[in-house]
């Protein structure tokens, strides 16, 4: 679930859409939903999507990767809004909602989805072992957790760089490293759990984002967010890839199986 208290605002929404694709609040856009779910077959699942920000995945879920259902949450009640809107418009409504929930227990019965999916969300969740384990519970056995987040290296004290990096992006960032992760779904009951790291991803393509942001998308982004928010999300991009490139921010795929009876 993303952060509550309104973080993702109209400015934010904009500026991040434009650098990382329509409907998207999170990197790689449909080519990175894909990467996730590689290999996985998802064609006629339920599936709940923790953390939908504005719901262009969910839509991508339903109707490019064959989902017969997806229910997508988030604490943020204006991004729910403007994906509701999204899926009318695409004429998915029937396949795709959304629901606003508050941080804690999910509002659904036990064993009601076959895959839980998120991305790049959890990151917002300082308590990672109750949601694997709510995650758990919602999934019906032999139900897939499919998910990417922004994970860190370690669980120790975050760097100067870190910390710079964290403050310019002034949103609830509680990150956590593979290992706790690793932990958190296995307690939760999870088996076959995997994590791939996607470091070197990123940091190649936040490379070439910041480029086109301080370059070719610097005058729309202007226009869309205005000068103090465009020079923000420059600065931002600017500490975010220090960090990329020392390894500390890790983006991490992550996958866990509940188990048959």
């Given at each position: ?237 600017r500490r975010m890839l220090v960090v990329l490139e020392t390894g500390e921010l890790r983006p991490t795929h992550l996958y866990g199986e509940k188990p048959a009876p």
């Amino acid at each position: 679930m993303e952060a509550a208290g309104g973080e993702y605002g109209e400015a934010m929404v904009a500026a991040l859409e434009l650098i990382w694709g329509e409907g998207f609040l999170s990197p790689g856009g449909p080519e990175e939903v894909a990467a996730i779910l590689a290999g996985r077959d998802i064609r006629g699942a339920r599936v709940l999507d923790i953390g939908c920000g504005i719901g262009g995945i969910d839509l991508l879920l339903a109707e490019r990767f064959g989902a017969a259902k997806v229910v997508g949450i988030d604490v943020e009640g204006e991004n729910i809004e403007r994906a509701r809107r999204r899926a009318a418009q695409k004429g998915l409504a029937g396949r795709v909602s959304y629901r606003r929930v508050e941080p804690g227990p999910l509002p659904f019965p036990a064993a009601s989805f076959d895959v839980v999916f998120s991305k790049d969300a959890i990151i917002h969740v300082p308590d990672k072992e109750s949601l694997f384990a709510e995650a758990f519970r919602l999934l019906e056995p032999g139900g897939r957790l499919m998910a990417s987040d922004w994970l860190r290296r370690d669980d120790g004290p975050p760097s100067p760089e870190m910390e710079r990096y964290i403050a310019a992006e002034g949103l609830s960032f509680a990150m956590a490293s593979a290992e706790r992760y690793r932990r958190a779904l296995e307690a939760a009951g999870f088996r076959q759990v995997e994590t791939r790291d996607r470091n070197a991803w990123y940091a190649a393509r936040a490379r070439e984002e910041l480029a086109a942001l301080s370059g070719p998308l610097r005058g729309r982004l202007f226009e869309l967010v205005g000068e103090a928010e465009a020079e923000r999300q420059i600065l931002v991009w600017r500490r975010m890839l220090v960090v990329l490139e020392t390894g500390e921010l890790r983006p991490t795929h992550l996958y866990g199986e509940k188990p048959a009876p």
